[in-house]
């Protein structure tokens, strides 16, 4: 099985209905057509870099690369793990996690979108908690980092509520304009300290050593 060589496509997390694994090609497929159906109003961008602004099917191949870029460019202390979230059976988006110099930082950041037709029905928070829980239990971060524009107001209600400070403001460049985002950080000892939904963790410890985390 592939799961023998790279242990990755083994990894399932579980929360409620939702689950969370590395998605095949062929379902990166069906993630790429989702995210092309749309994820935002086409006047508003929540990606620092906007991508879904790319038409079809070029945006649908853009996504397909960077998935592939995330495997053949991971390194034990530098990675990037960009799982496809399944609700209720569904495909519903997309939840990563990465890190750089994991080893010595012990901190990870997250991003993710979901499709239009599963937003607003508590996924995001659910996905979140998920890869929360694998990056402070399964891998022993100290920090977990994520930030999002000031008129991203369903991110922010999603970080405020996992218990995350805030952490400084930065000003990005996006679709010509200059936008401001609020950044945000989570130490594991609040995470540890507060009640979260149980979280199913199937597959982790052949890739503890991948995740520099062994």
Same mark, same amino acid.
């Given at each position: 099985?592939?799961? #023998?060589? $790279?242990?990755?496509?083994?990894?399932?997390?579980?929360?409620?209905? @939702?689950?969370?694994?590395?998605?095949?090609? #062929?379902?990166?497929?069906?993630?790429? /057509?989702?995210?092309?159906?749309?994820?935002?109003?086409? &006047?508003?961008?929540?990606? +620092?870099?906007?991508?879904?602004?790319?038409?079809?099917? &070029?945006? !649908?191949?853009?996504?397909?690369?960077?998935? $592939? *870029?995330? /495997?053949?460019?991971?390194?034990?202390?530098?990675?990037?793990?960009?799982?496809?979230? $399944?609700?209720?059976?569904?495909?519903?988006?997309?939840?990563?996690?990465?890190?750089?110099?994991?080893?010595?930082?012990? &901190?990870?950041?997250?991003?993710?979108?979901?499709?239009?037709?599963?937003?607003?029905?508590?996924? =995001?928070?659910?996905? /979140?908690?998920?890869?929360?829980?694998?990056?402070?239990?399964?891998?022993?971060?100290?920090?977990?980092?994520?930030?999002?524009?000031?008129?991203?107001?369903?991110?922010?209600? @999603?970080? *405020?509520?996992?218990?995350? +400070?805030?952490?400084?403001? =930065?000003?990005?460049?996006?679709?010509?304009?200059?936008?401001?985002?609020?950044?945000?950080?989570?130490? *594991?000892?609040? $995470?540890?300290?507060?009640?979260?939904? /149980?979280? !199913?963790? &199937?597959?982790? +410890?052949?890739?503890?050593?991948?995740?520099?985390?062994?």
């Amino acid at each position: 099985m592939l799961s #023998e060589i $790279w242990p990755l496509f083994g990894l399932r997390l579980r929360i409620g209905d @939702v689950e969370l694994r590395l998605p095949t090609d #062929e379902e990166l497929c069906t993630l790429a /057509r989702l995210a092309a159906e749309g994820i935002h109003p086409p &006047e508003t961008m929540p990606f +620092e870099v906007p991508w879904t602004d790319v038409p079809s099917p &070029e945006q !649908e191949r853009n996504s397909l690369q960077f998935h $592939w *870029r995330c /495997r053949a460019d991971w390194q034990r202390d530098s990675w990037a793990l960009p799982l496809m979230v $399944w609700a209720g059976g569904l495909p519903a988006g997309s939840q990563g996690v990465r890190a750089a110099q994991f080893s010595l930082r012990r &901190e990870v950041a997250t991003g993710s979108w979901l499709g239009s037709g599963f937003q607003g029905r508590g996924i =995001g928070k659910l996905m /979140r908690t998920a890869v929360l829980h694998l990056a402070f239990v399964g891998l022993s971060a100290q920090h977990a980092v994520t930030s999002a524009f000031d008129d991203n107001a369903a991110s922010r209600g @999603v970080t *405020r509520s996992l218990g995350y +400070e805030a952490d400084g403001v =930065g000003r990005k460049v996006v679709r010509d304009r200059v936008v401001t985002a609020q950044r945000f950080r989570l130490t *594991r000892d609040a $995470w540890l300290a507060r009640d979260h939904p /149980r979280v !199913e963790v &199937e597959g982790l +410890e052949p890739c503890l050593a991948l995740f520099g985390a062994d």
